[in-house]
């Protein structure tokens, strides 16, 4: 039998090779058809999960789909992408324009990335943690101290909240190899002290137990939205129909009904537009194992309709009311992930280790709770925006983000939203982390190991 099986994917594989060699895949990029935005089409055999590639080749690039018209029923893919580049502008940068060709035309085996041609070198070999639980005030400063604790080095991380749920991708390095940290005994550890930390240290709450690999490469976005589903975060919109969630955030309208006679089910959105927002709706639907034979997309305005034509991968529709109720919650929830709550605050410094640490206890110290942060390490230096609110649920104090920055350093914490506006009121406080204000703190001190 597994042989039958082993032999249906080789020539599934096979016949899927010969059909793109007769008909290899089209990029077509037009700059001069519109005077405001680039148009990409797209045209190539279809296949499972291609809608999802080229939104993913874009969304990675930066670039805005303001409009979209996706045409995959059948044999042929066929689809027509308005984009432009972070500053609303058409895409003119020829590196990104022939990264797109490579990437989705029939040399996408030997597609490079654009930052190793402008001098940035790929990162050296990591090791992935993924971490689920139940979010807390101080959650993140003391996962970071444990690391901090035990010689690891946090070079990148995307951590994201909803809904009383904690999800968090990072990657983390030795501290004195500056690569994957491989030893089984270790890893061990660090699995079972990030457990530790996920439960608060009761034994009677349950969590995910967290996952270490070994990797080059990984996408986090995915990841993420994984780890929330297999959480269940979507659970939690059951019990509210209200227009605003618990915090005022305007719940998005999510509707799907069926065509009998076509056999699709529909799916229309409703919501304020965002970066990344067709990628997170891409991404559920086809992890859920649904096909988008058609779609249609709007977001020129400051808000965003999505219509998608589904079927399920055997090809039939939305086939009960609980899957239709799970499908608007599922999609729901994968909109809400990804938007913010709180004060925006980005640091910029030289990296080192036990740096997340440290920030993360002075947040902690000051009554912040991180919301959503992602942390980049390019060239030596720490790139990391935060997400913050207070503990209790008032607004951000401004007089305690100022203290914040006295000691972190006036041009190293900056804050980039919200209502909250902050002075230097020093010179020496300009640049505290450079010279070592403050060092890292053992997990020691947290009181959940013993010295």
Known sequence: MDACLSYSYHMDDEIARFIRRVNPPKVVIDNDVYKNVTVIKVDSANKQ??????????TDLNLTIKKAYISSDGGWFMDVFNVTNQDGNKVTDEIVLDYIRKSLGPDESSCYSPRSTIGVKQSVDFTVIELTGTDRPGLLSELCAVLTDLQCNVVNAEIWTHRAKAAAVLQV??????????????????RKLLGYVLTGGSRSRRCREPKTTVSSSLNADRKLHQLMFADRDYDEWENNVDDE??????????DVSNLHDLDYSIVMIKCKDRPKLLFDTVFTLTDMKYVVSHASIDAEGPEAYQE?????????????????QRVIKCLKAAIQRRVFEGLKLELCTSDRVGLLSDVTRIFRENSLTVTRAEVKTKGGKALNTFYVRDASGYEVDAKTIDSIRQVIGQKILQVKGGNTEVKSSSPESQTGFLFGVFKSRSFVNFGLIRS
């Open 49 to 58: 999960g291609i809608l999802l590639e080229v939104v993913q080749v874009l």
């Open 173 to 190: 390095t030795d501290e004195e190899t500056s690569s994957a940290v491989t030893d089984p005994e270790r890893l061990s550890k660090i």
């Open 245 to 254: 969630d618990k915090i005022g955030r305007v719940v998005p309208d999510v």
């Open 308 to 324: 998608y034509y589904i079927r399920h991968t055997d090809g039939s529709p939305v086939k009960s009311e609980a899957e239709r």
